[in-house]
């Protein structure tokens, strides 16, 4: 699959086009008024608790508090202390070769988050005007806040880094043991105690001095919100995570990337200055679009941007999707057009369903629609079509980057899926 990434910056916006084999996979577009906010870190006042749905309201000084649900909440706010100057010891234990989950265990003191083995619940001791250090995960949705938690993290290209958890995990998809046992070592010999990191998928393969670079990097962006933190007043905003455009480069410009093309001379050069210190064996993939057609048109994307917007969505020869978000769910009908026929029913519907999947599966990652989707697809009523059409599915949720959940077809008809927004 050909992976491509699209750039075209103006004076007044933005917009990122991600295409996989020339079609529109993902979109993004940040404005001075929509500016990317996931990843911000702010000293925040706790505006609200309500235990009857084990959440907080945080104010981050909008109009709208942010949601912090209580699962949400770890040790990071017991060990707010320690950043402001109470001092408190923690029991750590022995960095074991081959250990990657090493938390630190509850302070001497009374911890923040209490767990009642016999009541297996959480009791959350925060309380109304109370300090407290969150990162945005979600953006505003609707009427709805920002969304929070406390388990704070600092990104970087190849690093991700945990300031409260003494843990060095790995992704999943760096599978050599011997680069495994190369990049903890690597980072366990540098990095303080009572810190952890997330060693990312870009990191396999990479030269020490790059990720060194990258952990030296992150650890002074902590040490600038620890500062910032001594001489502040709640609500304030200690961490401005990066650009949109900087944050796709730092996240998603892998080795399945093809190409970048970029039509503004201002943006390319930032983006080339960025790929020279953090990936310089990328910098042969970027390019300067400079042609008269806008870069958009030039490659078929605007058209797709403008299908996407549309509640009625064409299958190229197998009929058409209609999408209804509401506030509880999105609902998706599967309609077979004029390709219904009554001779092999069940084999039609499969093929419409299948090609159906696919588009679906595309239309959720452009439009990162999130929450409830129910798909109402064609009846099929054999047991192995309905598998066939289940596996279509999670084989296309492969690309996605979000987290997702599938249901088997019911009965009815009917697929159940949830999906975590991105954006």
Do not use: C
């Not at 999130?370 to 596996?391: A, E, Q």
């Amino acid at each position: 699959m050909k992976k491509e990434i699209f750039i075209n910056s103006t004076s007044s916006e933005t917009r990122i086009a991600i295409t996989e084999d020339g079609k529109l996979a993902e979109y993004f577009v940040e404005t001075p008024d929509l500016s990317r906010n996931i990843g911000d870190i702010y000293l925040g006042k706790v505006a609200r608790v309500l235990h009857g749905i084990r959440a907080a309201f945080i104010h981050l000084g909008y109009p709208q508090d942010a949601f912090l649900h209580f699962s949400d909440i770890d040790t990071s706010v017991a060990d707010y202390s320690r950043i402001v100057g109470d001092d408190e010891d923690v029991d750590e234990e022995d960095d074991e070769e081959g250990d990657d989950e090493e938390p630190v265990k509850e302070t001497s003191v009374e911890s923040l988050v209490k767990f009642s083995r016999n009541a297996q619940t959480n009791f959350i001791d925060i309380k109304p005007g109370q300090d407290i250090l969150v990162q945005v995960t979600k953006e505003p949705v609707g009427k709805k806040g920002f969304r929070v938690t406390t388990k704070v993290s600092i990104p970087g290209r190849y690093l991700v880094l945990l300031p409260f958890h003494r843990r060095i995990a790995l992704s999943k998809k760096i599978y050599n043991f011997r680069e495994k046992k190369r990049l903890r070592y690597i980072v366990r010999s540098v990095l303080p105690k009572e810190y952890g990191v997330i060693i990312r998928t870009v990191a396999a393969g990479q030269d020490e001095s790059l990720i060194l670079d990258d952990l030296n990097n992150i650890l002074q962006e902590w040490k600038d919100i620890q500062n910032k933190i001594k001489n502040v007043k709640a609500p304030y905003i200690l961490y401005k995570d990066a650009t949109t455009t900087s944050s796709v480069i730092r996240d998603l410009f892998r080795d399945e990337i093809s190409r970048i093309f970029i039509d503004s001379k201002r943006l390319f050069r930032t983006v080339k200055k960025q790929l020279e210190t953090s990936s310089p064996e990328f910098l042969e993939k970027i390019e300067l679009f400079e042609k008269k057609i806008p870069i958009f048109d030039t490659y078929d994307i605007e058209r797709q941007i403008e299908e996407s917007l549309q509640k009625k969505v064409m299958i190229k020869n197998y009929g058409y999707l209609v999408i209804e978000t509401t506030e509880a769910m999105t609902v998706i009908d599967v309609n077979s057009g004029k390709y219904a026929k009554a001779k092999e029913q069940e084999v039609n519907s499969l093929k419409i369903n299948i090609e159906a999947a696919k588009e679906i599966v595309r239309q959720l990652r452009l439009r990162d629609i999130g929450g409830i989707i129910v798909v109402d697809f064609i009846d099929l009523y054999d047991d192995l079509n309905k598998k066939k059409l289940y596996d279509e599915l999670r084989k296309e949720f492969r690309k996605d980057r979000a987290k997702v959940t599938i249901l088997p077809m019911s009965d009815f008809g009917v697929v159940q899926i949830t999906r975590q927004r991105i954006r």
